[in-house]
């Protein structure tokens, strides 16, 4: 009698730890990308790039946020330059602005690098990248969709080369 009323507050208490994660997980607020401060080109080897990109982001939630290594598609004006992969889990703090170094490679589609020269030389540039990041917070693991489309300088695509 006596374990069957153990196992009985374990059960309601996996019950109730669980409803709570549950709800945790269902009030997630998206991190929000605030500025890049520098973007680092490491090394090339044939057609894969490894860069490191210094960034603030600000996670607006009260848990701590990780996001695994995960990678997403990268395209230049509506052109497919390659798979991004981030190479790191980062840890995204609570209620504050990050600043974190993201370690990175990009996995280029052939033509990409003369598609880089051609519009390194414009001001303002649309880059899109979409696919499906992995995240976790506390012990439950996600995979969020991402879509994000910005404008940029074409400086950008000039990492690496001398003026």
Known sequence: ???SRTFRC?????????????????SVKMPEFVRTEHVKLSKIEGKTVYLSADLVVKNPNHFNIVIKPSHVTFHVENHTMGEVYLDEKLTLKSNRESFITVPFHIALEDGAMLTAL??????????????????????????????????????????????
């Open 1 to 3: 009698m006596n374990a």
């Open 10 to 26: 374990y059960l309601y208490l996996l019950t109730g730890l669980s409803l709570f994660l549950m709800h945790s997980c269902a």
């Open 118 to 163: 051609k519009y390194a030389l414009k001001d303002s540039i649309t880059i899109r990248m979409h696919g499906e990041i992995k995240g976790s917070v506390l012990l439950l693991s996600k995979k969020v969709p991402v879509n994000q489309t910005q404008r940029v300088s074409g400086n950008l695509l000039k990492m690496g080369l001398k003026n």
